[in-house]
């Protein structure tokens, strides 16, 4: 019984990063996957391309990122400083940071994930970023923002100490996007940051 107990609450606890992971192998890298607005959709007449269409689970501002088959909501203006405003956005899709940049605007947009102070914490907020790591140079995100798709290419990625905090208070004269999460997954050791320039 014990047994059987334990190994429920591990299957628990690690059921949000195993479900990215497998749900990343076992889709096809191989296939083109086109990322489209509702619009576009109606538009091509619901026909499929080869390889497969992600629509934004939000068009008023949401991330898609076809490579990880990331695709949430983004919770607008959240302060970052303020666990118990973030960890409640959290709940809902990703955050992006008050004060930061939003689509179309020149400046830094920060977007957030939270993984967890544990591997227990991490089912109470999403997965969406557990796969960030998996990212290359040259990838592509996608940011709906009022309607409007706006695309950067991944041109960075690295991993920092939990109190650098340089990369959210990055103001720069380019329309930039910076993607974070806790990093290894259901820790907060460290942050991986994943920069990207607008196409």
């Known amino acids: 019984m014990l047994i059987s107990v334990s190994l429920f609450i591990l299957g628990k ?51 898609v990122i076809p490579k990880i088959l990331a695709n949430a909501k983004v919770i607008a203006e959240v302060n970052p400083w303020d666990a118990r405003v973030y960890q409640g956005a959290l709940t809902e899709g990703v ?15 920060f977007i957030f994930a939270h993984s967890g102070a544990d591997l227990a914490e991490a089912n109470r907020y999403n997965a969406v970023f557990y796969l ?7 990838d592509e995100i996608y940011l709906f923002y009022k309607g409007d798709k706006y695309i950067y290419r991944v041109k960075e990625k690295k991993t920092v100490g939990s109190q650098e905090i340089s990369y959210l208070q990055d103001e720069t004269p380019e329309k930039k996007l910076t993607l974070m999460t806790c990093w290894p997954p259901g820790t907060t050791m460290k942050r991986l940051i994943v920069t990207a320039e607008k196409k």
């Open 95 to 109: 955050a992006h940071a008050q004060g930061s940049a939003l689509p179309g605007e020149i400046g830094n947009i």
């Open 132 to 138: 960030l790591y998996k990212l290359a140079i040259g």
């Open 13 to 63: 606890i690690f059921f949000p990063v195993v479900r990215e992971e497998l749900k990343y192998s076992f889709s096809s890298q191989a296939q083109d996957i086109s990322v489209v607005s509702q619009k576009e959709l109606k538009e091509e007449n619901n026909q499929k391309s080869a390889g497969g269409i992600i629509v934004p689970v939000d068009e008023e501002f949401g991330i």
